[in-house]
């Protein structure tokens, strides 16, 4: 067994053995999602980095975005 699981996957199948689909444990389900929005903020993050943008103060940023001058620094 995968340690990733607490249990064992279970499957459904067609008459034939065909896999259609699987049952999982919730702890299991919630697991998987926290891995995979992980995974979204690691793919966030690299494709931010390739831009290759300059960075500014998150107070500008905030000051650009609610339509206010920033203050000279």
Same mark, same amino acid.
């Given at each position: 067994?995968?340690?990733?699981?607490?249990?064992?996957?279970?499957?459904?199948?067609?008459?034939?053995?065909?896999?259609?689909?699987?049952? +999982?444990?919730?702890? &299991?389900?919630? *697991?998987?999602? $926290? @891995?995979?929005?992980?995974?979204?903020? +690691?793919?966030?993050? &690299?494709?931010? *980095?390739?831009? $290759? @943008?300059?960075?500014?103060?998150?107070?500008?940023?905030?000051?650009?975005?609610?339509?206010?001058?920033?203050?000279?620094?």
């Amino acid at each position: 067994m995968n340690p990733f699981y607490k249990n064992a996957p279970q499957f459904i199948t067609d008459k034939k053995g065909k896999k259609l689909s699987v049952v +999982i444990s919730i702890a &299991d389900y919630n *697991k998987i999602l $926290k @891995e995979l929005e992980e995974l979204q903020d +690691i793919l966030m993050y &690299d494709s931010v *980095k390739m831009k $290759k @943008e300059k960075s500014q103060p998150f107070t500008k940023y905030l000051q650009k975005r609610n339509g206010m001058h920033p203050r000279s620094e």
